[in-house]
């Protein structure tokens, strides 16, 4: 596992640095706002036209090849499959996708200007059983896109591939609380020896692997209405059946049935990209790594970063009601609930 992911700080950058990079980089003057972020900076600029821009200043422990493989993927899926709703990569005044900046404390970082979408995150508007549909398929479109996309550094080491999650092994023991202890060892335990033998056979392709509300952008008008996928930081090579169990898995949130949530999703993704039957057997479960994983990691980069606790927590809760719901039931009868679309969309 890389050690720099949990602990490389973000990037700290003034409103006024960002705004000097833009002119100096792009020619453009701006008006920056900071955006909340885990690792990376990011900026809101305005133009003086009122066209509005993201400026992403990388983490430092992100090597060049994996920026590139994000750059690489968005300039992909506007190729093969332009009314994606996706950011787009603008270029330097160099004609280059991208630059350097370095930090007071001497850290390089990767610098990008991307086209700002319009709308507003689904985090915070009325979930309904329509949206999830909508979200569903629109991830399904999304690896639609990406099937074909290959990059050297796809398979990078990431914190976030939950195929992966048995190199987070160490961080259990620094779950406070017996209960909640035992809780997550029990579910480590599970997926090192029933689930990660079965990964290798899947397929396997790019993944967005971040598919959570904060990360998709809905009409503000009409919320059940995608205008945009964001964020492509944590996209890896992984079995394809990693990404719609991450996208489940934050689907559970404040749902009053949150398995049957994330099975409205499952089932939307399945009708326009379906599951194989051995994903089918094991969605559920790595929906649960998922869960596994967000803990771990948020409760050991809250403790290493206080100053940034509410953005590195914010789904943790969540994830800890899930594993305590899905600790009850046996894997069976979760694999069951979460199918339920996908077994009557099968049979009518």
Not at 113 to 130: E, F, I, M, N, P
Not at 133 to 155: I, N, Y
Not at 290 to 315: D, F, G, K
């Amino acid at each position: 596992m890389n050690g720099a992911q949990l602990a490389s700080s973000v990037p700290d950058l003034s409103p006024a640095d960002a705004e000097q990079l833009a002119v100096r980089l792009y020619g453009i003057r701006t008006k920056a706002e900071l955006l909340t972020s885990e690792r990376d900076e990011n900026f809101r600029l305005t133009g003086e036209d009122d066209r509005n821009y993201l400026l992403k200043i990388s983490n430092p422990s992100d090597a060049d090849e994996v920026v590139d493989l994000q750059t690489a993927c968005l300039d992909h899926i506007a190729r093969v499959d332009p009314a994606r709703p996706v950011p787009r990569i603008l270029s330097t005044l160099a004609g280059t996708s991208g630059d350097h900046v370095v930090l007071a404390d001497g850290r390089r970082c990767a610098v990008r200007l991307l086209t700002y979408l319009d709308g507003v995150q689904a985090k915070g508007t009325a979930c309904s059983r329509a949206q999830r549909v909508q979200l569903g398929a629109a991830l399904a479109r999304l690896d639609l896109a990406l099937r074909d996309f290959v990059h050297p550094a796809a398979s990078h080491d990431l914190l976030w591939n939950i195929a992966r999650a048995d190199r987070l092994v160490h961080l259990v023991d620094g779950i406070v609380g017996e209960a909640e202890r035992s809780i997550v060892q029990h579910f480590m335990d599970r997926f090192i020896n029933k689930l990660l033998p079965r990964l290798g056979g899947l397929r396997a392709q790019a993944i967005h692997n971040d598919f959570h509300l904060y990360n998709v952008l809905v009409a503000a008008d009409d919320h059940e209405q995608v205008t945009g996928i964001i964020d492509f930081g944590d996209m890896v090579h992984a079995p394809l059946v990693s990404e719609v169990a991450t996208g489940a898995a934050y689907q559970m949130t404040d749902a009053a049935d949150p398995l049957a949530a994330a099975a409205d999703f499952v089932g939307a993704y399945h009708a326009v990209l379906p599951l194989l039957p051995e994903e089918q057997d094991i969605v559920a479960e790595l929906m649960t790594t998922r869960h596994l994983i967000t803990v771990l990691i948020s409760e050991w980069r809250s403790r290493r970063y206080p100053e940034n606790h509410a953005y590195i927590m914010r789904h943790n809760p969540a994830s800890w009601a899930a594993l305590r719901l899905i600790a009850e039931l046996t894997p069976q009868d979760a694999r069951d609930r979460l199918l339920a679309g996908v077994r009557s969309g099968d049979q009518g």
